[in-house]
């Protein structure tokens, strides 16, 4: 048995599914409580969508782009990482027209903008490093099936698929915690024939995808030219094929030579969800000089395509959790699709199982 009766409380063994920002705050709350937590990511590192990509140039934050802070909670939590979170000069958004002129500056005298430095993922990597010390994190382990423990009926055991082709079968968990983009999500619980207690509410949630665009320009790094292009560091764009601007080089901690992350809309990438890599670039590349005015052929340019990366229709609530099955899930998707919203939902749910 997994459950250890003591005086103070019931140490139970939790299985996270998903290491972004929501399965790290899940997973470090029940850490932090007492009990024993096991972490089980597909990718090679913990981040999520706030990943960041390498490259000879510098890095791309290809994901989440920045946060805001307005729960209390969560500055408690960005408090214990001082030196990671920094403001970007980004405060000041430019609104853009499809031929890149300025309708409006959205400045936000409420909400700072936050990055993390040297990346985005250098946060959720800190806040893992607990669970990453006692080999509590299972990277490049995706979750097939979840099934009852073959031994312990009253327990769950979970099926993955490991590096190479080989498949382990991790045992004798007393909740299961799912912490994976809505659609991985619906589609592990339809594989392992779970049906949560309010699936209608679930079968609801809409995600749209989202094409994004990376490219370096390293010849504006060269005397008496600061910046390539436009004055400003980020925008938000009303291009029927771009939604988002940001220049990585003004990003604290980030190297000078000049980058962009472009991200298209729901819209666009919904209808070129599966075009080829080099077509979806050609494009993207095309509205970036249309918006920008920047012409040069960028020595660096490759996309990234995230399927589930804007929330349409969130759950309406910010976690979903049958205790009867030691069932649950959380993301940014319950609630919304910013960092802070899988944050939230993470913990909430972590408090909701203890």
Not at 111 to 125: C, E, Q, R, T, Y
Not at 229 to 251: I, T, Y
Not at 290 to 316: D, F, N
Request: one cysteine or more.
């Amino acid at each position: 048995m997994t459950k250890t009766n003591t005086a103070k409380q019931t140490v139970q063994n939790f299985a996270i599914i998903g290491a972004g920002m929501a399965g790290i705050a899940c997973a470090r709350t029940l850490m932090q409580a007492g009990h024993r937590v096991t972490v089980f990511e597909k990718s090679r590192g913990p981040s999520g969508r706030m990943s960041t990509r390498n490259s000879a140039f510098g890095t791309f934050d290809h994901g989440a782009q920045y946060f805001t802070v307005r729960d209390a909670r969560f500055a408690q939590a960005l408090a214990t990482t001082p030196n990671i979170c920094k403001p970007w000069s980004a405060n000041a958004v430019r609104v853009l027209d499809a031929m890149g002129r300025v309708l409006e500056v959205a400045r936000n005298t409420e909400d700072k903008h936050w990055v993390a430095s040297p990346g985005m993922n250098a946060l959720v990597k800190a806040w893992a490093q607990p669970l990453t010390q006692i080999d509590s994190i299972h990277l490049e382990s995706k979750v097939f099936k979840i099934e009852r423990d073959t031994l312990h009926p009253e327990l769950w055991q979970l099926h993955s698929e490991e590096p190479e082709g080989a498949q382990s079968v991790f045992s004798g968990f007393d909740q299961v915690l799912l912490a994976l983009p809505f659609n991985q999500a619906i589609d592990l619980l339809r594989n392992s024939k779970i049906t949560m207690e309010n699936q209608a509410a679930l079968n609801k949630v809409q995600v749209a995808p989202c094409w994004t665009l990376m490219a370096a320009f390293p010849n504006a790094a060269q005397p008496g030219l600061i910046t390539l292009g436009p004055q400003w560091n980020a925008a938000r764009s009303v291009h029927h094929r771009v939604a988002w601007l940001a220049r990585e080089s003004s990003k604290p901690g980030r190297t000078h030579v000049e980058r962009w992350t472009v991200q298209a809309s729901a819209a666009w990438s919904q209808e070129h969800l599966e075009d080829a890599p080099d077509r979806v670039k050609a494009k993207l590349l095309k509205a970036f000089s249309e918006i920008t005015g920047i012409r040069a052929t960028p020595a660096h340019a490759e996309v990234h395509r995230w399927r589930y990366a804007k929330t349409l229709k969130p759950l309406g609530a910010t976690h979903m959790l049958s205790k009867k099955q030691g069932i649950g899930v959380c993301g940014d998707w319950c609630i919304g699709h910013r960092v802070e919203d899988a944050f939230i939902s993470g913990l909430e749910l972590a408090l909701d199982a203890l």
